[in-house]
């Protein structure tokens, strides 16, 4: 243990990791609570196999470091609590008695009593009808039941009523990768076939629907061997190239390694919720945004689920062994409703996230690099070759299908903005002047929001250097001073990190690919002298945002 007060605090926390990973072999004593869950439940008993796509964390507590631990038994083992599970079946059937017999909160809970018991029940209710077991994970390859390091990085934060602020918050914690839980009931006294059949079957569902914390980011979905989770109101398969996403590196010589690559649903929550937020503050007052940002996407302060789950299906990493090689990744992004989202809601906040997506997809990457598309660093020595993210829908529905034409496109981005705040304004209540936009104001002479200050462009024009033209024109010596990249325009790590008012997106392949740019601040320089710069080295430029009615500016 660390001394209190002592520095590398960060360092210790990941040489715990480290053991926690490299030093568990949990396969002897998992094996022994498995088989004895088994033999608890009994062959009037029901014992299954549930196994998690990607991690899960369920209860726990701080530990060293006040570092977030899952939950451990009495001997330290990984395991769902009986409590728990019951707690999920019981929720479940509350909810599926509501929607069956069109009861309030309040009677179906009285109607559960029947199967799970209550003290204020009559006195054949008082005991519930099922008993519920420990659920332990199977060793797994790596005999620790998925034990494995785990990391968030809150990257905006609000404060009070004013604009988020980039505190970028790294914080190292432990979770279950793709592990596979035993789970056991038995009948109890009174229990029929039926109900224990009944209540194993709200089990099942709400067992899918995600357990522990942070359901809404992909996290703690356990599905019965051998069926697939919802389908969810939106499924896009998508490639991702470039720098990738990191979710840590792998513990080495001074506390860094390795960066692990991982498609994150959490990178691709954080990617809708801030173009959200960059949507809606060019509409909304920022008290507005934030109380609905909480509602949608979740919040700590004030605590709320969410409306709305990420989770990334299917997933698939090209990890080349040559590291100049072009890395991809793919999958799935599966967006569904969650228990919390008002009825009356659903369909409004479905379109809006429908909308969401495509802007989403079509305005920047996922992960690091996300403000520029993927491009090979040409002539470098060193690493990173590649710098960069593109984000590609591979998929060929109509709904994500794009036209040749610069015009054509420019026209299409309209109308999925309108059709955003559209929905923005059905699900809010709102009247949304999207057409007189508002101006948020900042201390640092940008904000990052679609305002009356901010310009949506798509050009086309000859590359260079491996880098499509609106990159190319962003990084040409025009526009650096003195010889550097200008941190007003392409951001800065020093002496604090400003990330890039500019966002590019290169679309297509070859000489008939444009791009889409986003530049926040626009009505002063540098962010003007580019917009200009874009026009005078010879490229189209189409612009999109502000819409028509208002001026350009360009």
Same mark, same amino acid.
């Given at each position: 243990?660390?001394?209190?007060?002592?520095?590398?605090?960060?360092?210790?926390?990941?040489?715990?990791?480290?053991?926690?990973?490299?030093?568990?072999?949990?396969?002897?004593?998992?094996?022994?609570?498995?088989?004895?869950?088994?033999?608890?439940?009994?062959?009037?008993?029901?014992?299954?196999?549930?196994?998690?796509?990607?991690?899960?964390?369920?209860?726990?507590?701080?530990?060293?470091?006040?570092?977030?631990?899952?939950?451990?038994?009495?001997?330290?083992?990984?395991?769902?609590?009986?409590?728990?599970?019951?707690?999920?079946?019981?929720?479940?059937?509350?909810?599926?008695?509501?929607?069956?017999?069109?009861?309030?909160?309040?009677?179906?809970?009285?109607?559960?009593?029947?199967?799970?018991?209550?003290?204020?029940?009559?006195?054949?209710?008082?005991?519930?009808?099922?008993?519920?077991?420990?659920?332990?994970?199977?060793?797994?390859?790596?005999?620790?039941?998925?034990?494995?390091?785990?990391?968030?990085?809150?990257?905006?934060?609000?404060?009070?009523?004013?604009?988020?602020?980039?505190?970028?918050?790294?914080?190292?914690?432990?979770?279950?990768?793709?592990?596979?839980?035993?789970?056991?009931?038995?009948?109890?006294?009174?229990?029929?076939?039926?109900?224990?059949?009944?209540?194993?079957?709200?089990?099942?569902?709400?067992?899918?629907?995600?357990?522990?914390?942070?359901?809404?980011?992909?996290?703690?979905?356990?599905?019965?061997?051998e069926k697939r989770g919802a389908p969810g109101f939106l499924a896009v398969p998508?490639?991702?190239?470039?720098?990738?996403?990191?979710?840590?590196?792998?513990?080495?010589?001074?506390?860094?390694?390795?960066?692990?690559?991982?498609?994150?649903?959490?990178?691709?929550?954080?990617?809708?919720?801030?173009?959200?937020?960059?949507?809606?503050?060019?509409?909304?007052?920022?008290?507005?945004?934030?109380?609905?940002?909480?509602?949608?996407?979740?919040?700590?302060?004030?605590?709320?689920?969410?409306?709305?789950?990420?989770?990334?299906?299917?997933?698939?990493?090209?990890?080349?062994?040559?590291?100049?090689?072009?890395?991809?990744?793919?999958?799935?992004?599966?967006?569904?409703?969650?228990?919390?989202?008002?009825?009356?809601?659903?369909?409004?906040?479905?379109?809006?996230?429908?909308?969401?997506?495509?802007?989403?997809?079509?305005?920047?990457?996922?992960?690091?690099?996300?403000?520029?598309?993927?491009?090979?660093?040409?002539?470098?020595?060193?690493?990173?070759?590649?710098?960069?993210?593109?984000?590609?829908?591979?998929?060929?529905?109509?709904?994500?299908?794009?036209?040749?034409?610069? #015009?054509?496109? *420019?026209?299409?981005?309209? $109308?999925? @903005?309108?059709?955003?705040?559209?929905?923005? /304004?059905? &699900?809010?209540?709102?009247?949304?002047?999207?057409?007189?936009?508002?101006?948020?104001?900042?201390?640092?002479?940008?904000?990052?929001?679609?305002?009356?200050?901010?310009?949506?462009?798509?050009?086309?024009?000859?590359?260079?250097?491996?880098?499509?033209?609106?990159?190319?024109?962003?990084?040409?010596?025009?526009?650096?001073?003195?010889?550097?990249?200008?941190?007003?325009?392409?951001?800065?790590?020093?002496?604090?990190?400003?990330?890039?008012?500019?966002?590019?997106?290169?679309?297509?392949?070859?000489?008939?690919?444009?791009?889409?740019?986003?530049?926040? #601040?626009?009505? *002063?320089?540098?962010?003007? $002298?580019? @917009?200009?710069?874009?026009?005078?080295?010879? /490229?189209? &430029?189409?612009?999109?945002?502000?819409?028509?009615?208002?001026?350009?500016?360009?």
């Amino acid at each position: 243990m660390r001394a209190p007060g002592l520095p590398k605090k960060d360092e210790t926390k990941l040489e715990l990791l480290a053991k926690a990973e490299t030093g568990a072999n949990y396969s002897q004593r998992l094996n022994v609570l498995i088989k004895r869950t088994k033999q608890t439940a009994g062959p009037q008993g029901i014992t299954l196999e549930v196994s998690c796509p990607w991690r899960v964390r369920v209860g726990g507590h701080r530990g060293p470091e006040s570092m977030l631990l899952p939950a451990f038994d009495a001997l330290g083992m990984p395991y769902i609590p009986s409590s728990t599970l019951r707690g999920v079946a019981r929720d479940r059937g509350v909810r599926e008695l509501m929607n069956e017999e069109n009861l309030t909160w309040s009677e179906a809970q009285k109607t559960i009593t029947s199967y799970f018991g209550s003290l204020e029940g009559p006195e054949s209710n008082r005991m519930g009808k099922v008993i519920f077991l420990d659920a332990y994970p199977l060793p797994g390859p790596e005999n620790r039941g998925g034990l494995r390091g785990d990391m968030a990085n809150n990257i905006w934060k609000w404060e009070g009523d004013a604009l988020p602020s980039y505190k970028p918050n790294p914080n190292v914690f432990l979770s279950l990768y793709q592990p596979t839980f035993v789970v056991g009931i038995r009948p109890g006294p009174s229990c029929t076939p039926e109900i224990l059949q009944k209540v194993k079957a709200w089990l099942v569902a709400g067992l899918q629907q995600g357990i522990g914390s942070q359901v809404n980011t992909g996290y703690g979905s356990l599905i019965e061997k051998e069926k697939r989770g919802a389908p969810g109101f939106l499924a896009v398969p998508f490639s991702l190239e470039g720098q990738l996403i990191h979710g840590r590196h792998h513990p080495g010589s001074g506390g860094r390694g390795e960066p692990e690559v991982e498609v994150r649903p959490v990178a691709f929550k954080s990617m809708l919720r801030y173009w959200f937020r960059a949507l809606a503050l060019g509409v909304l007052p920022v008290g507005e945004v934030k109380t609905w940002e909480a509602k949608l996407f979740g919040a700590i302060e004030p605590q709320c689920r969410g409306w709305v789950r990420v989770e990334v299906r299917d997933t698939d990493e090209d990890l080349k062994k040559d590291p100049k090689a072009l890395k991809s990744q793919s999958g799935t992004l599966v967006l569904s409703c969650s228990p919390e989202i008002p009825a009356q809601d659903r369909d409004q906040v479905i379109k809006l996230f429908k909308h969401l997506t495509w802007l989403m997809f079509h305005l920047g990457g996922i992960g690091q690099g996300a403000r520029r598309p993927c491009y090979d660093r040409c002539g470098r020595r060193h690493a990173p070759w590649w710098r960069g993210s593109s984000l590609i829908p591979e998929t060929e529905e109509s709904f994500w299908e794009l036209p040749e034409e610069l #015009g054509e496109f *420019q026209e299409l981005l309209r $109308k999925q @903005l309108t059709r955003f705040y559209q929905a923005l /304004g059905s &699900v809010t209540g709102n009247q949304i002047s999207y057409q007189s936009p508002r101006v948020v104001k900042s201390s640092q002479g940008w904000s990052e929001a679609i305002d009356g200050n901010c310009r949506i462009l798509v050009t086309q024009g000859p590359g260079r250097s491996d880098k499509p033209y609106a990159l190319a024109v962003l990084h040409s010596p025009e526009l650096k001073r003195q010889g550097k990249y200008d941190g007003q325009l392409c951001g800065q790590v020093a002496p604090q990190v400003v990330p890039s008012p500019v966002w590019i997106t290169n679309l297509g392949e070859g000489d008939e690919a444009y791009q889409v740019v986003t530049v926040f #601040g626009a009505h *002063q320089d540098p962010r003007k $002298k580019y @917009l200009k710069q874009l026009q005078d080295d010879g /490229g189209k &430029v189409c612009p999109v945002w502000p819409f028509p009615r208002q001026p350009h500016g360009l």
